[in-house]
Nanobody
Framework: QVQLVESGGALVQPGGSLRLSCTASGIILGTYAIGWYRQAPGKQREMVATITTYGSTNLGDSVKGRFTISRDNAKNTVYLQMSDLKPEDTAVYYC?????????WGQGTQVTVSS
């Protein structure tokens, strides 16, 4: 059974930092393209960052220069390092693993940016 588990979400003040983790069981994350997505209340889910199996990354325009995505294949984990957080970054953050017709989602982790 495949499971993606996100962790690291929290309440943080504007300008703060967080690191989200996505850990998998049942699949080898290093063989999947991984994406972080987020969904705020009343808004559509949007892509935040992606990383290919080769390590190439892509960031959404709203997070460029503030967020980075990385993977640790030995730990079967992908990270989203977030800095200079803004209230508009408040959302549930989801991890996605995709390979061919296989497509898996985690349950999400809440990030709230507020003073």
């Amino acid at each position: 059974q495949v499971q993606l588990v996100e962790s690291g979400g929290a309440l943080v003040q504007p300008g703060g930092s967080l690191r989200l983790s996505c850990t998998a069981s049942g699949i080898i994350l290093g063989t999947y393209a991984i994406g972080w997505y987020r969904q705020a209340p009343g808004k559509q889910r949007e892509m935040v960052a992606t990383i290919t199996t080769y390590g190439s990354t892509n960031l959404g325009d709203s997070v460029k220069g503030r967020f980075t995505i990385s993977r640790d294949n030995a730990k079967n984990t992908v990270y989203l390092q977030m800095s200079d957080l803004k209230p508009e970054d408040t959302a549930v953050y989801y991890c996605n693993a995709k390979r061919s017709i296989s497509n898996y989602w985690g349950q999400g982790t809440q990030v709230t940016v507020s003073s």
